[in-house]
């Protein structure tokens, strides 16, 4: 199916790895002009956990490609934590990186969707935003709180043309759980633990980086022209509908 991408310019933040080096590679391959980030590489490297950084990487990106068609705000990351032992160091850090880096690109990113009346942003979020996760009690409010985020941007620019999304994934088999020291290790034998989180989803297994990057890149089409302020999920199942 074409997406409808052809030359449209958009930014995948946290783009060197895992979800968003997937979604940027589809993206490529519908024609869209990616702009991929992180903080070790990417076309423009950044820590987009830092004040300013988020901002200037969407400046970077319209100074050379004219203009920012979609935002893809994926960058973020936890480790495994008892709430008990979270300094406030802990939540200020935790709120930098997993909300903070969202709201400054798209606050930047407003103005030339708004001029132009058209632009989509596709939100990152996470399972643990709806079911919380107590292994990762930060990153679960953060992500919640970029639920409430991506719904107040769809009702408050929606008559700009521009839509605002999210997806929550669940565990995705990336370099976040597998690599040594990643998210598996941190709660006991690797193996073990993969094979556990896999049996805990309906669908017995971790998601694939590309089986979340399709759901982003739907998003960011115009395919999905009458969709704004939705939550998707893309968990295998992990947290049930509410009738």
């Known amino acids: 199916m074409d997406l409808g991408l052809r030359d449209t310019v958009c930014l995948v933040t946290g783009s060197t790895g895992g979800i968003g080096l997937a979604t940027a590679g589809l993206l490529r391959a519908e024609g869209a002009v990616v702009v991929t980030t992180g903080r070790s590489g990417g076309d423009v490297r950044a820590d987009l956990s830092r004040p300013g950084e988020p901002e200037r990487v969407v400046a970077e990106t319209i100074e050379r490609h004219g203009r920012l068609d979609v935002l893809v705000n994926n960058v973020g990351g936890t480790d495994i934590r008892k709430l008990e032992e979270l300094t406030d160091e802990d939540w200020q850090a935790s709120f930098e990186l997993n909300l903070m880096s969202a709201i400054r690109a798209t606050r930047a990113a407003l103005p030339g969707m708004r001029g132009r009346g058209s632009g989509t942003i596709v939100n990152v979020s996470s399972t643990a935003a709806k079911r919380p996760s107590?292994?990762?009690?930060?990153?679960?409010?953060?992500?919640?709180?970029?639920?409430?985020?991506?719904?107040?941007?769809?009702?408050?620019?929606?008559?700009?043309?521009?839509?605002?999304?999210?997806?929550?994934?669940?565990?995705?088999?990336?370099?976040?759980?597998?690599?040594?020291?990643?998210?598996?290790?941190?709660?006991?034998?690797?193996?073990?633990?993969?094979?556990?989180?896999?049996?805990?989803?309906?669908?017995?297994?971790?998601?694939?980086?590309g089986e979340i990057a399709a759901v982003v890149a739907f998003l960011c089409s115009p395919r999905a022209s009458y969709v704004t302020g939705a939550a998707w999920s893309a968990d295998g199942g992990t947290v049930p509908i509410i009738l």
């Open 134 to 209: 107590t292994g990762m009690p930060d990153y679960s409010v953060m992500k919640a709180a970029m639920l409430s985020f991506s719904r107040l941007v769809a009702d408050l620019y929606a008559k700009d043309g521009i839509r605002c999304n999210a997806v929550t994934p669940g565990p995705t088999a990336t370099a976040t759980w597998l690599a040594d020291g990643g998210l598996a290790d941190q709660q006991g034998d690797r193996e073990e633990v993969l094979a556990r989180v896999g049996a805990g989803r309906p669908l017995g297994r971790l998601a694939e980086p």
